[in-house]
């Protein structure tokens, strides 16, 4: 499996990401920097966490500028599955790829711990090796995780099925207490239309080993491995 990992000024996670694709494939992603408007065609884009260009402006808006992001958009609209986490998902949805918006979380403070997320769709290519209603701990590290959208939006992603996890408890419980941010309707992650771009705040690479507290992230990898190998 050919992978390619997508980095801007201020990406810090990329190689957690490494690992993490590396521990499920056997193989590490290529590295791509973000003026790079001509790579090669792969098998999956990830686009991971970090800082791009320190949040100026907002959020992954100036990163969802950049020539390898037009890229990505041509390869997700053939078919590629796409993941973005935390910086990475508010890129997606800055270029589009993505519906909504991620604003400050409600606290106004930066959130850096471990969270609940219940799985809402388990036939994907990112869920496959994950059961419907599963809770997973994985560890959240943001400032603008606030998952906005509108009443029209939400309609729309319930019926798509494009909710992929929620902020829950332990036993699974969605309500205010649970949300860490702020999000509408306790999203933590969404898919498009066609479910081959996924975005989600937590950190599933960080959740991949005993090492570091939790492997409950590792399932997601191993999804896409299997799906596309």
């Not at 400050?104 to 959130?111: G, S, V």
Request: hydrophobic share 40%.
């Amino acid at each position: 499996m050919k992978s390619t990992l997508v980095i801007f000024p201020g990406t810090n996670r990329e190689q957690d990401m490494v690992m993490a694709i590396e521990q499920a494939s056997g193989t590490k992603p290529e590295l791509v920097w973000h003026n790079d408007a001509n790579f090669p065609r792969t098998d999956l884009i990830i686009v991971p966490g970090g800082f791009s260009y320190g949040d100026y402006l907002r959020s992954g808006a100036m990163a969802a500028r950049s020539p390898a992001m037009n890229l990505v958009a041509e390869y997700a609209g053939k078919g590629v599955p796409v993941l973005g986490v935390c910086n990475g998902f508010q890129i997606l949805t800055e270029v589009g790829l993505l519906p909504g918006a991620l604003i400050r979380n409600k606290n106004l403070k930066f959130i850096c711990r471990n969270i609940n997320i219940r799985v809402e769709i388990d036939n994907t290519i990112f869920t496959s090796g994950y059961s419907k209603g599963q809770i997973l701990s994985i560890p959240v590290a943001h400032n603008d995780g606030n998952y906005f959208a509108d009443d029209n939006l939400l309609a729309t992603l319930n019926e798509n099925d494009q909710i992929a996890f929620k902020y829950t408890d332990a036993s699974g419980n969605v309500n205010e207490n649970t949300n860490p941010n702020g999000s509408s309707c306790n999203i933590a992650g969404i898919l498009n239309p066609d479910k081959n771009v996924l975005g989600l705040m937590p950190h599933p690479e960080n959740a991949t080993d005993t090492a570091l507290g939790c492997t409950d992230g590792r399932a997601l990898f191993q999804s896409l491995v299997d799906s596309i190998s």
